[in-house]
């Protein structure tokens, strides 16, 4: 099972000297968006792509699928 992680956005904010903060309110994220961000939960390809823009990166630098074990 692949589970979506936002590491590499972590990561590529940090590298920037920028914070989630900053996503929000430079790229007008909603606080609703910036959350489910915090949880690992899926945001739509178009925040996505303006994250993208904002940073100056590709998506890799953004999200990455990480495999869970399964208890068989």
Same mark, same amino acid.
């Given at each position: 099972m692949l589970k979506l992680s936002y590491k590499p956005l972590?990561? *590529?904010? +940090? %590298?920037?000297?920028? *914070?989630? *903060?900053?996503l929000r309110n430079n790229v007008k994220l909603s606080p609703t968006i910036i959350a489910k961000i915090a949880k690992g939960e899926t945001i739509s390809?178009?925040? +996505?792509?303006? +994250?993208?823009?904002?940073?100056?990166? %590709?998506?890799?630098?953004v999200i990455e699928f990480v495999k869970v074990k399964q208890d068989a």
């Open positions: 972590e990561i *590529t904010l +940090i %590298k920037n000297d920028k *914070t989630k *903060t900053d390809l178009t925040s +996505i792509m303006k +994250i993208c823009d904002y940073l100056d990166c %590709k998506v890799e630098d």
